[in-house]
């Protein structure tokens, strides 16, 4: 009978090691459960916050922030290169004004998790290398026709945004925005029509 109890003793002593260790199994496997769970969470979270993002919306973005580095980097180019006191004042203006745009486009985007271009495209970049060696007259009149191309395509590019874009944030920046690029384009017409009359004037005279 003593043999019996220390068997007995020893089964029930086996059995308290066995719930205690299957115990501590289904914690660990709740605890990676719980973990596995976390992270499909925030798998999902990240597929919604991309899913989120309109195409055309991160189109705009993209092109918009590329327009305003284009003329930001051009208007440097004018204080330093440019004869024309007018063009040299233009290009602060570009400076200025298409600075704060792309700050505020920025910011916007960045809180979107929207992705924002670092720098130029290589053919945007060649056209700023090629003006970087021009100076005098020569710079005012080639820089005055890019500034006019570019703003018509940022003016059509602004007015078809308010239209497509989803986003209702990046819509009223274009709505704010807009009026500022249809002066720049305004200005830009008219300098680059008196440069072109002058500059026709002094070869006539030739």
């Given at each position: 009978?003593?043999?019996?109890?220390?068997?007995?003793?020893?089964?029930?002593?086996?059995?308290?090691?066995?719930a205690a260790m299957f115990a501590i199994s289904c914690g660990q496997s709740d605890a990676k459960k719980e973990e596995a769970q976390k992270g499909a969470l925030a798998d999902t979270v990240n597929t919604t916050d991309i899913?989120?993002?309109?195409?055309?919306?991160?189109?705009?973005?993209?092109?918009?922030?590329q327009g305003g580095m284009l003329e930001v980097q051009l208007g440097q180019l004018a204080q330093r290169n440019a004869l024309n006191q007018d063009v040299?004042?233009?290009?602060?203006?570009?400076?200025k004004d298409h600075q704060k745009a792309d700050g505020e486009l920025k910011s916007i985007a960045t809180g979107k998790k929207m992705g924002v271009p670092p720098s130029l495209?290589?053919?945007?970049q060649d056209r700023v290398d090629s003006m970087?060696?021009?100076?005098?007259?020569?710079?005012?009149?080639?820089?005055?026709?890019?500034?006019?191309?570019?703003?018509?395509?940022?003016?059509?590019?602004?007015?078809?945004?308010?239209?497509?874009?989803?986003d209702p944030d990046l819509k009223a920046f274009v709505v704010k925005t807009l009026p500022t690029l249809k002066?720049?384009?305004?200005?830009?017409?008219?300098?680059?029509?008196?440069?072109?009359k002058k500059n026709n004037a002094n070869n006539n005279k030739m």
């Open positions: 009978m003593q043999s019996d109890k220390n068997i007995m003793k020893k089964y029930n002593h086996y059995l308290i090691i066995a899913a989120q993002i309109d195409v055309k919306d991160a189109a705009f973005v993209n092109t918009a922030t040299k004042e233009f290009g602060e203006m570009m400076v495209g290589k053919e945007m970087a060696l021009k100076t005098s007259a020569a710079f005012d009149l080639k820089f005055m026709d890019i500034m006019v191309a570019a703003h018509k395509k940022d003016v059509a590019d602004f007015e078809k945004a308010s239209a497509d874009l989803k002066m720049h384009l305004t200005h830009a017409e008219d300098l680059n029509n008196a440069l072109n």
